[in-house]
């Protein structure tokens, strides 16, 4: 049996961890009781649901749209920033970074219509947007034109230019989506089906830019600086030792600036750092103190990113390799054969990582992938190759090599997203089960009394972890029960909403009368009637049975 406690106290043996779960408990009561201090200040506005006309700096590269444009702009007046979805016609030029509008809008900030439902308001306030406004075609314009120099503008210019270099090279459709998604963190060009796709068959975080893919580019230059792997001068002198590892640290953490500073990308390259700074005072390994480090320095840069879906799910997938993957590889010990350990690896890293993330998928998403391990057997391998060729693409874009490369990446990203395609439609794919905040706690207690029962080797531990997942299928049941017989209807915008067991039917409004079925009645909705007409409208419905909303 393994002593659960050593000579030293826990304190002293992970205090970023203890430093980590203070900050985050001090972030939460700044959040939601607004002690000691109010985090949510800089989206606080009076002026909401108010037509206006509103003078804006665009700040973010504008993402086209297929009825116009959305840009992130500042508003100087207020010292605030908002979301704007501009209409345009044939007429109006297309707005750029830098540019000074003039709109005549609304800005609201949205919220869930149900209950559970993605409440896209409080997303806004995670990215410190006061709300989104919806502007119609002719009711704005650019009066002037002032550059930003800001780190994110000069990110998002060089990763628009690079993602247009592909384009350059031949590469359309959802290929050059995949290829500028994977290796520039350009996801404007995804659409919807492609983001389905590879959700439902476990592989989303190929799309979004993280460890994986900092990884691969940590191997990269690696593979360079060692002279294309024929010799190791990391650890031969202290002098070249600690400059080889400056040169990695500048070369990953430019890299992240390209790709944005995603808490994910952000989270990676921090962990690299500090493993390479270690590793020029000679000290080697990646522990829960690294992870917990990271994770303060992301939360003192930006305290809102501890409710990020992205920073949730990287850290928690991490945290579940460095708990997990160790003892599956001394449970499945391979010696001689370098491909079954890469495959040991492989496997075991995907279900350590899918354990850790499977709490924040089941609240957030409420899925789960059935065959994410077939899924990352294949495309992980694939996902290499076309980060390297990628990169490969972008040095040689003007070479008869670089073209050749991009009819190569043309050819494999397509592949890709239809192998994904072919995944998804595997029968039971997915497993649909939405977590309450009560189940992903139950959730986390098993997962916790699983790893100590590995870690102690005591079977009592069972005990609690199979009571935490016997309230949890409890709660579940007695949450279909309730969400079967559950009816809402929401009147929102030109459309009303009526959610009905967890299944949603949407009714346009009419000009005059929407006639629709709730809690199996009909209704007729008709808010815009003179006198005369909602007398005809009543004599109507009174003889054919039909209630007025």
Known sequence: ?????????????????????????????????????????????????????????????????????????????????????????????????????????????????????????????????????????????????????????????????LAQRYAETGLHSQALALISAITLGERDGLDADLRRSFAAAGAAHVLAVSGLHTAIIYMVIMFLLTCFGRRRPLYEQRVQRILLSLAIILAMWAYAFITGLSPSVTRAVLMLTIVQVGWMVRRQGVSLNTLAAAACICLWMDPLCLFSVSFQLSFAAVLGILLFVPHMNNAFPVKHSRLARWVRDLLTVSIAATIGTLPVTLYYFGQMPHYFLLTNIVILPVAYILVIAGLAVLLLAHTTLGAWLAIGLQYVGSWTCSLVGWIEHLPHSTLQL????????????????????????????????????????????????????????????????????????????????????????????????????????????????????
Not at 63 to 92: C, E, I
Not at 486 to 506: A, C, D, F, M, W
């Open 434 to 549: 939405t977590a309450t905040p009560w189940m992903v706690m139950c959730l986390v207690v098993a997962i916790g009394c699983c790893y100590m029962r590995i870690y102690r080797e005591r079977l009592t531990w069972y005990a609690p972890a199979a009571a935490a997942i016997a309230l949890f299928c409890v709660l579940h049941f007695g949450n279909v029960r309730q969400s079967v017989h559950k009816q809402e209807l929401v009147i929102q915008g030109k459309t009303i909403y009526y959610n009905q067991g967890g299944n949603i039917l949407r009714y346009p409004l009419n000009s005059r009368y929407t006639f629709f079925q709730y809690n199996g009645r009909n209704y007729v909705y008709a808010p815009y009637l003179s006198a005369r007409q909602r007398q005809r409208l009543e004599q109507y419905c009174r003889d054919r049975d039909i209630s007025i909303w």
């Open 1 to 161: 049996m393994k002593p659960f406690l050593t000579e030293r106290p826990m304190v002293r043996r992970f205090p970023f961890v203890f430093v980590f779960l203070f900050t985050a408990l001090l972030i939460c009561c700044a959040y939601y009781l607004h002690w000691p201090f109010n985090l949510r200040y800089d989206t606080e506005a009076d002026y909401l649901d108010s037509l206006a006309v509103f003078r804006v700096h665009v700040i973010e590269q504008p993402v086209r749209k297929t009825d116009g444009w959305l840009v992130q702009a500042n508003m100087p007046a207020y010292r605030q920033q908002a979301m704007f979805h501009l209409r345009t016609d044939s007429v109006q030029p297309a707005p750029a970074i830098g540019d000074i509008l003039l709109v005549h809008t609304r800005l609201t900030r949205p919220h869930a219509l149900f209950e559970g439902e993605f409440d896209y308001g409080n997303y806004l306030r995670l990215q410190h947007l006061v709300g989104i406004g919806y502007v119609r075609a002719g009711q704005w314009q650019i009066i002037g034109h002032m550059p930003v120099r800001t780190l994110r503008a000069y990110s998002s210019i060089i990763r628009h230019r």
